[in-house]
């Protein structure tokens, strides 16, 4: 039962992190063009040698950006709070109970990572200038989509296990 326990912690350790580097690193869209230095966008900036905000991220034509921006963000405190209740759990709770309550707050940060990505997916050419718009999606995209099966996973295991000695 330790063996599973210890498991089950690096695997949602692994998907927070993910979470995170997800949402802070500057890569969810690669611009390479012909000639000159990459440029790499995240959710708040846009980077080659300087970076820049992301242009009229503040007003009310970004709402799927600030939408991308509230769910990562949402999705990445998720994780860390269900971990601390999970902790908690593990001492509080009687031989033979469930996680139910860890389980629930993981699924909720699974699905706020999947209308994230899925936000960004459907409207990525609405987030990025004319000439960003040529590019591909970068690492950090793809770590959030990676993120969202982890964090269902992690949440489903949390609903399956029980307590025991």
């Given at each position: 039962?330790?063996?599973?326990?210890?498991?089950?912690?690096?695997?949602?350790?692994?998907?927070?992190?993910?979470?995170?580097?997800?949402?802070?690193?500057?890569?969810?869209?690669?611009?390479?063009?012909?000639?000159?230095?990459?440029?790499?966008?995240?959710?708040?900036?846009?980077?080659?040698?300087?970076?820049?905000p992301v242009e009229s991220s503040h007003s009310a034509d970004a709402a799927y950006l600030q939408t991308v921006?509230?769910?990562?963000?949402?999705?990445?405190?998720?994780?860390?709070?269900?971990?601390?209740?999970?902790?908690?759990?593990?001492?509080?709770?009687?031989?033979?109970?469930?996680?139910?309550?860890?389980?629930?707050?993981?699924?909720?940060?699974?699905?706020?990572?999947?209308?994230?990505?899925?936000?960004?997916?459907?409207?990525?050419?609405?987030?990025?200038?004319?000439?960003?718009?040529?590019?591909?999606?970068?690492?950090?995209?793809?770590?959030?989509?990676?993120?969202?099966?982890?964090?269902?996973?992690?949440?489903?295991?949390?609903?399956?296990?029980?307590?025991?000695?």
């Amino acid at each position: 039962m330790l063996i599973v326990l210890a498991f089950i912690i690096l695997f949602h350790l692994a998907a927070a992190i993910l979470l995170f580097v997800a949402t802070i690193h500057n890569a969810w869209w690669v611009v390479s063009p012909p000639g000159m230095d990459s440029i790499y966008a995240d959710l708040w900036y846009n980077c080659n040698a300087t970076c820049y905000p992301v242009e009229s991220s503040h007003s009310a034509d970004a709402a799927y950006l600030q939408t991308v921006q509230a769910t990562m963000i949402l999705a990445t405190i998720l994780c860390c709070v269900s971990f601390f209740v999970f902790i908690l759990q593990l001492f509080r709770l009687n031989q033979g109970e469930r996680f139910i309550f860890t389980s629930i707050i993981q699924l909720m940060a699974s699905l706020c990572v999947m209308i994230g990505a899925s936000v960004y997916t459907a409207q990525k050419h609405s987030f990025h200038v004319a000439s960003l718009q040529q590019g591909s999606y970068g690492s950090s995209y793809i770590l959030a989509w990676i993120s969202f099966p982890m964090t269902l996973i992690s949440g489903l295991m949390y609903l399956v296990l029980r307590k025991r000695k």
